[in-house]
């Protein structure tokens, strides 16, 4: 059993591929099975003006076609990605009271009354400030916990130390990703490993970073699922099986899916296929 577990296509704003396109391409990496993570970021989802409820209602609705279609060939597995799931707490209960999924996604692409961190330039400001207010909020949705897994927590990351090159001394928030793993391991979710980091010549990590991965499994965590986060048809897949070797290497033993919100393991092995 192979599967990627973060995608978007055409029905996220910022999506490229279409779910025929992802379909196609998997018998020949081998992939058994694909989970779609359309963005729904509460702020955007809820604000008349964003076309994002609209192209998300959209995907929705179609979704269940796709699974037919595609049924002989890779099973698709419809989950979502959450963003800011606590700035807007009323938005975020009707939003999940009236859609089903399997599996939900969390993250936190911006802070609270900010843009996000992607269309955020650093260069000539002090980022800290602006990093620390992150992994506050970061423990407050861990905390939230209406989510199976949380999306790459080192996400602000990419953009601050890859991308502009700031350097930072992660340290300093060291404590702050501890509680997050310990509320995780608690509360028994998942971790997110997601390797688009992999595909960014100025970055090149998985997201969080191997290290703190490391230190998930020392505190007790045993759950992560693994997703690409394609954009486009090409990013299906990458740096996904490389990175389960080294969550092996780390002693991770299986790789989690969820259907219908239910938690499923495979065997790394079995994931890597080897
Ligand atoms: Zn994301
Ligand atoms: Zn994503």
Redesign the pocket.
Known sequence: MYIDTHLHTIFSADGRATIDEYAEKCPSLGLSALCFTE?ADMTAYSDPKSNSHDLFERGYAKFDGFREKYKDTVVLYRGV?L?EPCHLPDVTNEFLRTHEFDFILC?L?ELKGERDFYHTNYRGTDPVPHLDRYFDELIQVTEWNGFDSL??IT?PLRYILGREGIPLDLTRWSNSIDDVFRILIKNDKSLEVNASGLRMSYYNRTDPHLEMISRYFELGGRRVTLGS?AHEAWMLGTGLKDTAKKLRDIGFAEVTYYVKRRPVAIPIDEYIGE
């Open positions: 963005h990605e963003g993250s692409h999306a790459h996400y986060d």
